[in-house]
């Protein structure tokens, strides 16, 4: 194989960008480099051209992309393993997240099931200064009240709207979460 590094620039004076245009050969030799294995950073080197050309050659000719080469995994393959729940078998793919449920239902019944074996540092107990009562809340929000209604009461002294609601309560979550 002869390697050929001369190509041609195409500059454009009013712009800082420099164009390369490969000849026949190189167009040639790109092509058998990667059939036998070669990686875009090993042929751009090789011919001293810019790594992006290379790129750009193959995502704009993909009939002459060859596959990748074969890069040995280090990674043992993970064994599949069974749902936390009710002990379906899980299909697990090496290299990604391995799953622990065989489905949302599965996994939102048994952290229902097991609520002590959460983490929950993340929350925090606080005391609704309009009615006292304490509520739950995330570390990072800055929330002062277990509802709106407390709020509207507490803020403007008041009658709420919310308050002649009966479908609401304090310790309502859809209300307090927004408050």
Excluded at 96 to 121: A, D, I, V
Aim: glycine share 6%; charged share 25%; hydrophobic share 25%.
């Amino acid at each position: 194989m002869i390697l050929c590094p001369s190509f041609f620039i195409y500059s454009n004076p009013l712009s800082s960008v420099r164009r390369y245009a490969m000849t026949d050969l190189q167009k040639q030799q790109i092509a058998e480099m990667r059939e036998n294995g070669s990686t875009y950073a090993d042929i751009a080197d090789a011919l001293s051209l810019p790594i992006g050309t290379i790129k750009s050659y193959f995502s704009r000719n993909p009939s002459s992309k060859a596959p990748a080469p074969d890069v040995p995994h280090d990674m043992p393959e993970i064994p599949s393993g069974c749902c936390k729940r009710c002990g379906q078998h899980l299909v697990n793919t090496p290299g990604h997240r391995q799953k622990t449920f065989c489905s949302s239902e599965c996994q939102r019944l048994y952290w229902r099931e097991h609520p002590n074996l959460m983490n929950h540092t993340a929350i925090i107990q606080k005391r609704c200064p309009a009615c006292g009562k304490e509520f739950s809340d995330y570390r990072g929000h800055k929330r002062k009240y277990c509802s709106h209604a407390c709020y509207i009461t507490h803020r403007y002294g008041g009658v709420s709207y919310e308050s002649e609601r009966t479908d609401l309560s304090c310790d309502d979550e859809a209300v307090s979460k927004n408050a």
